[in-house]
């Protein structure tokens, strides 16, 4: 008979964990790094007594369950999908905490794990404290909330159900496809319960990541479509980071002559210098990507999602004979825009697409418009990193003095905000990993939880977290953390007095930023004096040495000092948020009041209608 091993499900779930491995281009890895939590009842006595006794697999306390998950994101995007954390939390608000963290990696496609308690299996001491009742049926928790944020749900109600649940989680988990976050709900009283597991079920399971080749024929029509392309263009979207496709990016662009726009995740797909890099793409795009985007013959697009900052609601692309290839592993992304579906990996799709179309390259006319945009930008990003305006600074030049101290593996995390469309524009990436921006969710507070991660993830490189005031307000425990970890993290606050992005938007449509700046509440409105924060006494207050930075020559100085110091720093600058970067070429579909008593939301409505004309329609 088989050996078997008589564990809690709380322990035998550690165990399998620990087993993970996974492999590719013949290089193993153990998957998981170990687990975050935040103990409560619904986890202490479980999954908590667990991790106790696995101290090879190591644990960590953070200062939030939201933010967990996102330094657990933050360590899956940085480690190209390849590894990744299990975070635990009690029942009730712990559990809950965690569901806009599991909303961010799994629209990321980001793999986590979430170990959520939950209420008794056994149900009789129902209703236990953080417990939600539903009247109309007592298989219902908070943790059902997860159900749409997940890309694998299950509930574990019995021990033995592991020996089903946890295989299927690691399948998805480690799904270059379907991978995001994965939550099993554990009962708390189950976590506790032991029960007889076969020993092989612990055995060390290497699970290999596929390069999957596209269909033959497929492939062969997209290098036909290539090769009958005039006005080529390809957008390069995290997919090709995560597929470490760069090398073969670079090279398939320099052989076809062919544009590379990049998408917020796909920055750093190619060095910005690479001759043929127009830049960012879409709503915080290029003059070149944008330009060369409308009037683009065909759409080469390369592990994107074609969200609507890439497609700039759907106008980005005017050409009426546009049409779209789409190489993605996601059968569910690669039939975007009606493209041609060649569902592949990035790496080997452009390696074969390259022998494929040899011979082929892009006319010189094509050629000039290429180098002509690109030098223009060139000259753009130089006059918005010197405005010499202020102090206060402006955004931009901060961008250019943090990318001018950044040596080239250094990494710029950011989320929210108006630095996301700043930095994809004016960020010059030299290494591939060198820009992590999440702007799939673009969620407030995930800089310096994500930071964490990024650091975690790649000790060897500094990490410079640049924050608004607001996404600073939202979440900065995590500088706590960061000191318990030595997890040293170059944190960069532009303090524009509230929500710069926001009130720019609102403005734009006719609102005049109500509600966006932090200001004492006067005559019935937030209408008074700037409320001030003093944001370095708080990152102090945490450990983290602090400072103020006014001017180009102060900022400069602290960002060398901050770069060589050896615990997490954090500088505070205040910029005018009334100098700002504009847009090129571009339009993002915010729906503008339809009927108004004010004035100038009549006018933005009017533009609105406008621009809505041209989105369009793929068939
Ligand atoms: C959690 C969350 N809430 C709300 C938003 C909507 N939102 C996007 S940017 C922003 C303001 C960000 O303010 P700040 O961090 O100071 O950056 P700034 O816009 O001033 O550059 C808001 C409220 C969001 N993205 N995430
Ligand atoms: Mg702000």
Redesign the pocket.
């Known amino acids: 008979m088989a050996s078997r091993c008589r564990l809690t499900a709380a322990q035998a779930t550690i165990l399998f964990l620990k087993n993970q491995f996974v492999e590719r281009d013949g290089k193993e890895l153990p998957f998981f790094a170990g687990c975050f939590g935040i103990f409560g009842h619904g986890n202490v006595a479980g999954i908590g007594q667990a991790l106790q006794q696995n101290p090879d697999f190591p644990y960590f306390l953070p200062r939030n369950e939201q933010a967990m998950v996102h330094t657990a994101t933050g360590f899956a995007k940085m480690s190209n999908r390849l590894r990744a954390f299990a975070c635990t939390s009690s029942i009730g608000p712990g559990a809950t905490n965690m569901i ?1 963290g599991a909303a961010t990696a799994t629209i990321n496609r980001l793999p986590v794990l979430l170990l959520p308690g939950d209420f008794f299996a056994r149900r009789h001491v129902a209703p236990v404290l953080q417990q939600l009742e539903v009247a109309q049926s007592q298989d219902v928790s908070v943790n059902d909330c997860f159900k749409p944020v997940s890309r694998y749900w299950d509930r574990i109600s019995r021990p033995e159900q592991l020996l089903t649940a946890l295989p299927a989680a690691m399948r998805v988990l480690t799904s270059p496809a379907e991978t995001g976050a994965v939550t099993l709900s554990f009962p708390q009283d189950v976590q506790s319960e032991a029960a007889e597991f076969p020993s092989d079920f612990f055995a060390h399971r290497t699970w290999s990541i596929p390069r999957p080749r596209g269909d033959a024929d497929t492939f062969n029509r997209a290098a036909a479509l290539i090769r009958s392309a005039s006005q080529p263009l390809i957008i390069a979207g995290g997919g090709v980071i995560y597929s470490e496709a760069s090398a073969a990016l670079a090279q398939f662009a320099a052989q076809t002559g062919i544009p590379v726009a990049e998408t917020q995740a796909g920055k750093g797909s190619l060095p910005f210098d690479h001759p043929q890099n127009l830049g960012a793409m879409g709503v915080t795009g290029t003059p070149g990507a944008n330009v060369m985007a409308r009037e683009a013959d065909l759409i080469i697009g390369i592990g994107t999602r074609y969200s609507d900052f890439t497609t700039a609601s759907k106008t980005a692309f005017q050409n009426p004979a546009v049409q779209f290839i789409n190489i993605n592993v996601a059968e569910f992304d690669a039939a975007k825009q009606m493209g041609l579906q060649l569902v592949a990996d990035a790496k080997v799709a452009l390696e074969e697409l390259a022998r494929a179309v040899s011979g082929y390259r892009v006319s010189s006319d094509h050629e000039d418009c290429i180098a002509h945009f690109r030098s223009q930008w060139e000259k753009e990003v130089e006059r918005l990193f010197h405005l010499q305006h202020g102090p206060p600074v402006s ?1 931009s030049e901060v961008i250019g003095l943090v990318n001018s101290v950044c040596e080239p593996r250094d990494v710029v995390v950011c989320a ?4 996301p469309g700043d930095l994809h524009k004016l960020w010059r990436a030299r290494d591939p990993k060198s820009y992590h921006m999440e702007y799939g969710y ?4 995930y800089e310096i939880a994500g930071g964490l991660g990024v650091k975690m993830a790649a000790p060897d490189r500094e990490v410079f977290v640049m ?6 307000l ?1 979440m900065a425990q995590e500088i706590h953390t960061s000191l318990q970890e030595h997890c040293k993290l170059n944190v960069i606050v ?1 303090d ?1 007095h ?6 720019g938007l609102s403005q734009a449509c006719g609102s005049s930023g109500f509600g ?1 700046h932090y200001r004492y509440r006067e005559g019935g409105q937030l209408a008074g004096d700037v409320v001030p924060v003093d944001f370095a006494a708080n990152a102090s207050s945490m450990g983290a040495s602090a400072v103020r930075a006014r001017t180009v020559d102060e900022i400069r100085h602290a960002l060398i000092l901050s770069r060589a110091a050896k615990q997490t720093t954090v500088t505070l600058i205040e910029v005018d ?1 009334s100098v700002r970067v504009p847009g090129y070429e571009s339009w993002w579909d915010v729906p503008v009041a339809e009927v108004s008593e004010i004035k100038a939301v009549r006018e933005a409505r009017r533009d609105y209608e406008r621009n809505i004309k041209r989105e369009r329609h793929f068939a």
């Open positions: 806009t955004q929210a905000g108006s630095l673009s969620c407030m507070g924050v608004g005031d607001g996404s600073y939202m532009l524009n509230g929500f710069g992005s926001i009130g966006t948020e």
